[in-house]
């Protein structure tokens, strides 16, 4: 059974950084593109990041290029998404995911491909 675990999730004034981590088991995580999505209150569940079974590949939302960066590691099972200079609109429940094949996907079509997530990690920004 796929389990997918966030944590790191909080309360924030803009401009701040914080790092959520999502720890994964019952896969072989690191043959599994890993990707990050956030859902605000009233909106619809939209992609944040991605990254290749490697990490060597990453892909990102242009809301947040520049300021998250989306990083794993194999060892742990773990993936990670820094977030930096972080605004009130961030403001989301971040999940973590995995798609339902294994092995290198285009990373832009991984949010087509999800059929796992995570509980999810609530991000709060205050002005």
């Known amino acids: 059974q796929v389990q997918l675990v966030e944590s790191g999730g909080g309360l924030v004034q803009a401009g701040g950084s914080l790092r959520l981590s999502c720890a994964a088991s019952g896969l072989p995580f690191s043959m599994y593109a890993m990707g990050w999505f956030r859902q605000a209150p009233g909106k619809e569940r939209d992609f944040v990041a991605a990254?290749?079974?490697?990490?060597?590949?990453?892909y990102y939302a242009d809301s947040v290029k520049g300021r998250f960066t989306i990083s794993r590691d194999n060892a742990k099972n773990t993936v990670y998404l820094q977030m930096n200079s972080l605004k009130p609109e961030d403001t989301a429940v971040y999940y973590c995911?995995?798609?339902?094949?294994?092995?290198?996907?285009?990373?832009?079509?991984?949010?087509?491909?999800?059929?796992?997530w995570g509980q999810g990690t609530q991000v709060t920004v205050s002005s």
């Open positions: 990254a290749s079974p490697s990490g060597g590949n990453t």
């Open positions: 995911a995995a798609p339902n094949r294994l092995g290198s996907v285009p990373l832009p079509l991984l949010r087509n491909m999800i059929d796992t």
